[in-house]
């Protein structure tokens, strides 16, 4: 398993943007996939977007689709979300997971978790 710090969520307006980082401590990113999820108050943690370890295919869940990009960083040990045209309906604590076997979408899919980093959209 590896360590996860995610950083970067916060308060923005509808419409806004916000990157989301999510940063390995101890072992080196690049030898995981690593997904985005997100969970609201009362439901299911739902997966957002995942990178491949080399970076060279990405995942979205269908809402997603052109309003973020998932990046990764090997060297700086990072992986990005970038989220634009942000809606109400993005609220969510959002986690990071990493794997070294796959890369799924689903939560099962991902062996190590972040501890979260909340994005709150107002209207």
């Known amino acids: 398993q590896v360590q996860l710090v995610e950083s970067g969520g916060g308060l923005v307006q509808a419409g806004g943007s916000l990157r989301l980082s999510c940063t390995a401590a101890g072992r080196t990113i690049s030898l995981y996939a690593v997904g985005w999820f997100r969970q609201a108050p009362g439901k299911e943690r739902e997966f957002v977007a995942a990178i491949s370890r080399s970076g060279g295919g990405a995942r979205y869940k269908d809402s997603a689709k052109g309003r973020f990009t998932i990046s990764r960083d090997n060297a700086k040990n990072t992986v990005y979300l970038q989220m634009k045209s942000l809606k109400p309906e993005d609220t969510a604590v959002y986690y990071c997971?990493?794997?070294?076997?796959?890369?799924?979408?689903?939560?099962?899919?991902?062996?190590?978790w972040g501890q979260g980093t909340q994005v709150t959209v107002s209207s």
């Open positions: 997971a990493a794997d070294s076997t796959g890369w799924g979408t689903s939560v099962a899919s991902f062996g190590s």
